[in-house]
T-cell receptor, first 112, second 114 residues
Framework: DAGITQSPRHKVTETGTPVTLRCHQTENHRYMYWYRQDPGHGLRLIHYSYGVKDTDKGEVSDGYSVSRSKTEDFLLTLESATSSQTSVYFC???????????FGPGTRLTVL | GQQLNQSPQSMFIQEGEDVSMNCTSSSIFNTWLWYKQDPGEGPVLLIALYKAGELTSNGRLTAQFGITRKDSFLNISASIPSDVGIYFCAGPQASGGSNYKLTFGKGTLLTVNP
């Protein structure tokens, strides 16, 4: 357990509405990541952060934005949710000095 | 970009049997990671390998870092029902600076029949 929490754990929303998912960590890790997981695709990186206000895109960043104003919080925003963004979203941190990542419990998002 | 090919995609075994799965890449990796994901939960790190040829155990799990650095293997001995889940391999993408990202295999779904 790397002290990672995600909120909400489940959310149902409608197409076109904005949605923000929160990842919170308690151990001051520098690197944080947002992934989505879909059947047949495995884990795909959306965005990641390498410090406060330092973020970069992953392989599936279209339709998503992120913000990191504090070390402990990494927010993922869907500006206008679409049905194709129905997925399970995982936050992860990278343990300093290693290549290993530890994952949060996930958020199941359904866009109707 | 780098890709990891994980096989088999799924396995159905009887309790007590041994399991083997592997991960291969066309690129060299300096680290191999193995994760397990239980239904409805996030992936959990099982084993990390850092050196070619390294063999590391974690209880009934044993993983090996291939000599060519392009593959890795995970073995589970004497499987039990709680071994059910998806097993992922992963490795860091070959880039420096602030670009610390992992490449993931698509997973092996393991089902254990009691």
């Amino acid at each position: 357990d790397a002290g990672i929490t995600q909120s909400p754990r489940h959310k149902v929303t409608e197409t076109g509405t904005p949605v923000t998912l929160r990842c919170h960590q308690t151990e001051n890790h520098r690197y944080m990541y947002w992934y989505r997981q879909d059947p047949g695709h495995g884990l795909r990186l959306i965005h990641y952060s390498y410090g406060v206000k330092d973020t970069d895109k992953g392989e599936v960043s279209d339709g998503y934005s992120v913000s990191r104003s504090k070390t402990e919080d990494f927010l993922l925003t869907l500006e206008s949710a679409t049905s194709s963004q129905t997925s399970v979203y995982f936050c992860a941190i990278m343990l300093s000095g290693t290549d290993t990542q530890y994952f949060g419990p996930g958020t199941r998002l359904t866009v109707l | 970009g780098q890709q990891l090919n994980q096989s088999p995609q799924s396995m159905f075994i009887q309790e007590g049997e041994d399991v083997s799965m592997n991960c291969t890449s066309s690129s060299i990796f300096n680290t191999w990671l193995w994760y397990k994901q239980d239904p409805g939960e996030g992936p959990v790190l099982l084993i990390a390998l850092y050196k070619a040829g390294e063999l590391t155990s974690n209880g009934r799990l044993t993983a090996q870092f291939g000599i060519t650095r392009k593959d890795s293997f995970l073995n589970i001995s004497a499987s039990i029902p709680s071994d059910v889940g998806i097993y992922f391999c992963a490795g860091p993408q070959a880039s420096g600076g602030s670009n610390y990202k992992l490449t993931f295999g698509k997973g092996t779904l393991l089902t254990v029949n009691p």
